[in-house]
């Protein structure tokens, strides 16, 4: 075997230790890289995608392992099963042509396909087919459930919507037998708020004017917040509050939503259930972010909620927001101010966000003058906040030399990473002591059965049941000597991503401390990146009016 290195990988849809674990399938394609490829350990680099769908491969570990094997250090992929890389079809062939190109080859253990076998090849290309028909026929029973159940009445979401509360009720089946589930009903103090935000939007047509005045007369939302533009957009688009009449079934069906109840049945004593409104995705920090679906992707139904909103007023509040999509809500930061999303108001505790940002023709930050302003005091227009506003572009450069001064000259901070990098460390060493002892202690009764099996065959009938006693017991041993080798490799593989972890911030504290944030201010796509790295160690940066306090995180 060349020294090139094997690419592992293993993905669960749900975190369980039952059945194929991601322990269990890294265990497995480590044996068989070990055994059939001969091996060594050192080679062997594991990815692990934890409660990530195989619809698509958008999974974080597994794009870090397609963009590491790009660098042409690979020769192999390994995953236990060919569903753990995708039942996509379309995703599965466009991987195995571009590993071709690049000569990596892809080995799925439980089925034994290797792409450098011909054969394989084409069984594995069937095998995606059946496993993409797998997950729309998975899809389907989930809608068919779905239907089934909210036909009944359940609320079948997580949290109720503010407006309602979720209330739970017990209901006999045809066998007699007493179940309980959830309903929604109308929680009155908050549906006469729900009612509000939309009558006032319908009569202002900005999210923004409800925001300040909501802020400026101590308007709350059902956590105990302010309402802010995004919360209240929510809330606005959200279809269950509209009355599931003939107009809101014309209007959805318009949209191309997949209505599952018939037309008859949106008379207008119920609100609308919709789901498949959102899904999770990867963003470019290789991170889960929710983001909107298309309306062609919404499942609609009639629920058993009294809606609070007329269908005619919900539309027309759909029509508002559409034309006015760009002015409803807070363009986002973009790439300028460093310190947005650490830095809070010392006064109230809000964000304070970069304004009256100068920007080029092209609408990008050009370098020049911005002020970070408290958000709550923009929002209430001074009345609940008054603190100074900060001259941006001046105070990062101010913040990164105080952090730099502080990574160099605090000792505390300085005891308290290199403290924190002696345990890891330490608890990396103890882990290989452990699992030393324990399989070496494994390997003594193991012999210890051997060389009692030998002696049964020479045995009478009362030593064979002694030694037989003796193998059980010795079996026994053995089975919890495993499970607890076991818990200590799931422990070294958290030990080892924590080992990374640190690594990478000390990466980060070396580079800041030698001034290389200040150096790399080339352009202003530098500060996103300049951002995301204060972030690795920063958890706030606090203005009191007069000067700033930063708060690193608990490494």
Known sequence: MNNLKIAIYARKSVSTEKGESISNQIETCKNYAKTVLNADPSQLVVYQDDGFSGKNMARPQFQKMLSDIELGEYSHIICYRLDRISRSVADFSGLVKELQNINVHFISVKEQFDTSSPTSKAMMYISAVFAEMERETIRERVIDNMTAL?????????????????????????????????ILTINKDRAEQIQDI?????????????????SQHGVYNHTGHQYRCVSLRRILTNPCYCTADETAYNYFNELGCKIMMPKETFNGKYGITAYMRHKMTINKQNKKQVVDQPPNQWIIYVGYHKPLVSSSDYIKTQNIINQRRSLSIRKPIGTHGILSGMLRCGNCGDYMRPSNVALDKNGAYNGKRFYYICENKSVSARHNCNIKNIRGDKFDLEIIEKIENLLNNDFEIINNFNSLKKTKLKINKDVETTKRVLKAEISKKQQAISSLILKLSSADDTLQKYISKQVNELDNEIQTLNVKLKNIVDKENINIKEKIELERINTVINNIKNGGLRHEIKKPEDMLVIRNTLKDIISSVVWNGKEATVNFKKL
């Open 198 to 214: 939309f009558q006032k939007y319908l009569d202002w047509q900005s999210i923004k004017k409800i925001e300040s005045y909501y």
């Open 150 to 182: 909210t036909a009944t009445g359940r609320f079948l979401g997580g949290k109720a919507p503010d407006g309602y509360i979720k209330e739970k009720v017990e209901v006999v089946d045809n066998t007699g037998k007493k179940k309980s589930h959830n």
